[in-house]
């Protein structure tokens, strides 16, 4: 198949779980589970949603990198690819049997949901130093969030009549339909697995190979720390701004609408770039701007200046994961990138049970989610300083 072909359809699986991040993540399951499934007067929404956050996270963590080894080794990173992606299709689908009161069940299944999705990243992400040439990582990179952000937007235009019809489980279906549909490509047009029965399943080993690449090392332990704060900020905005600042959640939708097309703005903006300048340049770039975010968002005392902030938040948030998925493709050795890959997902997402629980435990303490900001901006902080240590190979000139 054209190499064409191969990249749109990578891209348009983008297209297709975008929606599920929008509407499921972000702007609308998380604040139902929150505040009409649980109840977060005093917090307890909060609490009860960064933890099936974070439990989703502990099981990436603890599957990822072993999972991708033996799909390298049985060139099975196509079936695992479509089977967490199938998986997390249905938990959605199931959405529509949470009723009020329902907080064990809502656990589990965006639990199980969101690590589905999650585990398919890491197969679909390694996709990318197949489909894409050396110096082209970032433009590649970059065209799939754009056209995922894309996804978000449709997503969210067709969640937000529902919502204020309060047709809730006919949103989780055409979600669930949604997913499903646009990723048929990405099944079907990928490469086909190359079996490496030599390779062995050894998370010891994988741990050697990433010691011992000290540029690997290096950016993993950054993007430990800043990931972090790009993931809690995810999936805690839409609960910040519906609790703080008493956005409706119609209000929630079109800010997140916003922020689509900012982030489809600046993963555009920053795709050439990329591989211009290099990857690092425009990650210290973004976490600059992050670091602003986070004291624009603490500060933040109205609508109106939140919805600023958070649309400026955009401009960073595509930006900041192409370049980071760009530099990683760029540092793994080849016939490593199931596994590789999935040692980047335990470092993004066991920093990112973290948060979840710092913001959460917080807000539940301290009685403020302003504070709970402010500690998520930290991570922010670290990040940046850290990142500073890496050195990767130059741009091609």
């Not at 956050?53 to 603890?62: E, G, Q, R």
């Not at 919502?163 to 339909?177: E, G, I, P």
């Not at 300083?385 to 050195?391: D, G, N, P, S, T």
Request: aromatic content about 14%; some cysteine.
């Amino acid at each position: 198949m054209p190499a064409v072909k191969r990249i749109l359809a990578w891209c348009l699986f983008d297209f297709a779980n975008s929606a599920y991040s929008a509407v499921i993540v972000v702007a609308v399951f998380s604040v139902y589970y929150a505040t009409h499934i649980v109840g977060n007067e005093h917090g307890l929404g909060d609490l009860w949603w960064g933890r099936a956050i974070s439990a989703s996270l502990v099981l990436v963590v603890l599957t990822g990198p072993v999972l991708g080894a033996f799909a390298d080794r049985a060139g099975w990173r196509k079936r695992f690819f479509i089977a967490f992606t199938a998986l997390c299709i249905g938990c959605i689908a199931l959405f529509t049997t949470l009723v009020p009161g329902m907080v064990l069940q809502g656990f589990a299944l965006i639990a199980l949901a969101n690590f589905a999705f999650e585990s398919s990243q890491i197969y679909y992400n390694a996709y990318l130093p197949d489909i894409a040439p050396a110096d082209r990582l970032g433009t590649v990179s970059g065209l799939g969030f754009a056209i995922g952000y894309l996804g978000s937007i449709i997503g969210l235009v067709v969640a937000l009549p529902l919502v204020n019809a309060r047709q809730f489980n006919l949103l989780w279906l055409l979600v669930a339909a949604f997913f499903a549909v646009f990723s048929v490509p990405a099944f079907l047009a990928l490469p086909a697995d190359r079996p490496q029965p030599e390779k062995q399943v050894d998370l010891r080993a994988i741990v050697r190979d990433v010691i011992r690449n000290q540029p690997l090392r290096r950016f993993l332990l950054a993007y430990f720390l800043y990931f972090d704060g790009v993931e809690t900020t995810i999936v805690f905005s839409g609960i910040f701004a519906a609790t703080t600042l008493k956005f409706t959640t119609p209000e929630v939708i079109k800010l997140f609408l916003a922020v689509q097309f900012s982030a489809l703005a600046g993963a555009l903006l920053l795709a050439r770039p990329t591989d211009r300048w290099g990857a690092k340049r425009v990650i210290t770039l973004t976490l600059l701007l992050w670091v602003g975010v986070s004291i624009g968002a603490y500060f933040a005392q109205t609508k109106s200046t939140f919805f600023a902030v958070a649309v400026t938040a955009g401009l960073g948030l595509g930006s900041i994961q192409a370049a980071s998925r760009a530099l990683m493709a760029s540092l793994i050795p080849p016939g490593k990138e199931s596994e590789l890959f999935g040692f980047y997902a335990l470092c993004g997402k066991s920093s990112s049970v973290l948060g979840p629980l710092v913001f959460g435990a917080v807000s539940y303490l301290a009685g403020s989610q302003r504070a709970a900001v402010a500690a998520v901006g930290v991570f922010f902080v670290a990040g940046l300083i850290l990142l500073q240590r890496v050195r990767p190979a130059l741009p091609p000139s």
